[in-house]
């Protein structure tokens, strides 16, 4: 049986980011029936990482790519990430240090953006041992807690930053 068939059926209202139960902080609504589960492996040569490494790039001030459209990424993103979104990576490449590595993410392991993206810079020659995939996305990264922070606009170039 295919997984799609196991899974839940779609709810009316899909909520992609997990959000607080109202009164609540240390709880989180969860909509499990959106997207298509995304494989652990997105491409070869490229490694799954878990949040243990993105906090570790946070602290060293690590390339932490949010993947994910703009309209998500200004409601929440990962502190210390920047926005190049997957329908744009090809033309903001430029924004990205290939001789360091990059960290992709995006809504979460149903989340197609962040793969779509690797597999876009993958096609036009960005090295596969400096993209790093974090599979978790926001949809692991609040569920476990993690601190959050909305995103802003660069007025510079069009990308945006936490």
Same mark, same amino acid.
């Given at each position: 049986?295919?997984?799609?068939?196991? !899974?839940?059926?779609?709810?009316?209202?899909? =909520?992609?980011?997990?959000?607080?139960?109202?009164?609540?902080?240390?709880?989180? %609504?969860?909509?499990?029936?959106? *997207?298509?589960?995304?494989?652990? =492996? #997105?491409?070869?040569? #490229?490694?799954?990482?878990? %949040?243990?490494? #993105?906090?570790?790039?946070?602290?060293?001030? *690590?390339?932490?790519?949010? $993947?994910?459209?703009?309209?998500?990424?200004?409601?929440?993103?990962?502190?210390?990430?920047?926005?190049?979104?997957?329908?744009?990576? $090809?033309?903001?490449?430029?924004?990205?240090? %290939?001789?360091?590595? $990059?960290?992709?993410?995006?809504? *979460?392991?149903?989340?197609?953006?962040?793969?779509?993206?690797? !597999?876009?810079?993958?096609?036009?020659?960005?090295?596969?041992?400096?993209?790093?995939?974090?599979?978790?996305?926001?949809?692991?990264?609040?569920?476990?807690?993690?601190?959050?922070?909305?995103?802003?606009?660069?007025?510079?170039?069009?990308?945006?930053?936490?």
């Amino acid at each position: 049986m295919d997984i799609k068939e196991k !899974r839940v059926p779609k709810s009316n209202k899909v =909520q992609m980011i997990p959000k607080p139960v109202l009164n609540n902080p240390t709880r989180v %609504e969860v909509d499990t029936t959106w *997207g298509e589960i995304q494989p652990m =492996q #997105v491409a070869e040569g #490229v490694q799954t990482v878990d %949040e243990l490494t #993105v906090s570790r790039f946070q602290d060293l001030g *690590g390339q932490i790519i949010d $993947a994910r459209t703009a309209d998500f990424f200004v409601e929440t993103t990962i502190p210390g990430s920047v926005n190049l979104p997957h329908d744009r990576i $090809a033309e903001l490449k430029d924004h990205l240090d %290939e001789t360091r590595p $990059a960290i992709f993410f995006c809504n *979460g392991p149903q989340c197609p953006q962040s793969p779509k993206a690797i !597999r876009t810079l993958l096609k036009n020659g960005y090295p596969a041992d400096k993209i790093l995939y974090y599979r978790g996305g926001m949809h692991c990264w609040i569920t476990l807690g993690l601190p959050v922070v909305k995103g802003k606009k660069s007025k510079q170039s069009n990308v945006f930053f936490f």
